[in-house]
């Protein structure tokens, strides 16, 4: 299986300021790898695929870079809306595995 | 308006099974691998099972292989999870979620899941 290692696990930001979020993983999943928001109280939500393609109607002001065993997560410009638990998952090998998420705070 | 969405969760006794089901709308169901995903309350997300858009391929997570069961009905627009042998750490939220593709990558569409509390 492999091993998805997310840092920091809490990251405190302004609004306006950006962040930076780091996703390794145990053996190279090329560029199989996704991220995810997630709120409180709602399901998760497809930001990246192809460890840099946003899906649709994400906002430009999430980027995603990185291949085989280092991918970040950036957010330009922090929303008030953006702060939420991150998840990193790749899809290279079964089985799927996510990350232990990183929380973006005030 | 594509929509997924979950049924049959509950509280459960351990070592008892439960099926859970999840019924798709708004698009063509038999184009996309299905996928069921658990949230421990307050805790991460866990992938646990996906089945591609036939369900000619499947996949568990090694916490659950040997107990629970993935299967899909096309005809029905529907996904199901059999769940047996539960434990107690199979306390979770339960989602169902659509693959972008026919086969296993990325969620792109999500349920708001259902509850499994597993407890004497």
């Known amino acids: 299986e492999i091993v998805m290692t997310q840092s920091p696990a809490t990251l405190s930001v302004s609004p306006g300021e950006r962040a930076s979020l780091s996703c390794r993983t145990s053996?190279?999943?090329?560029?199989?790898l996704a991220w995810y928001q997630q709120k409180p109280g709602q399901a998760p939500r497809l930001l990246i695929h192809?460890?840099?393609t946003r899906a649709t109607g994400v906002p430009a002001r999430f980027s995603g870079s990185g291949s085989g065993t280092d991918f970040t997560l950036t957010i330009s410009s922090l929303q008030s809306e953006d702060f939420a638990v991150y998840f990193c998952?790749?899809?290279?090998?079964?089985?799927?595995?996510f990350g232990g998420g990183t929380k973006v705070e005030i | 308006e594509v929509q997924v969405v979950e049924s049959g969760g509950g509280l459960v006794q351990p070592g008892r099974s439960l099926r859970l089901s999840c019924a798709a709308s708004?698009?063509?169901?038999?184009?996309?691998?299905m996928h069921w995903v658990r949230q421990a309350p307050g805790k991460g997300l866990e992938w646990i099972a996906g089945?591609?858009?036939?369900?000619?391929?499947?996949a568990y997570a090694d916490s659950v292989k040997g107990r629970f069961t993935i299967s899909r009905d096309n005809a029905k627009n529907s996904l199901f999870l059999q769940m047996n042998s539960l434990r107690l750490e199979d306390t979770a939220f339960y989602y169902c979620?659509?693959?972008?593709?026919?086969?296993?990558?990325?969620?792109?569409?999500w349920g708001q899941g259902t509850l499994v509390t597993v407890s004497s």
């Open positions: 979620a659509r693959d972008r593709t026919a086969r296993m990558t990325a969620a792109d569409y």
């Open positions: 708004g698009f063509t169901f038999d184009d996309y691998a």
């Open positions: 089945i591609n858009w036939i369900g000619g391929s499947v």
């Open positions: 053996q190279t999943v090329t560029n199989n």
């Open positions: 192809g460890a840099s």
């Open positions: 998952q790749q899809y290279h090998n079964w089985p799927l595995t």
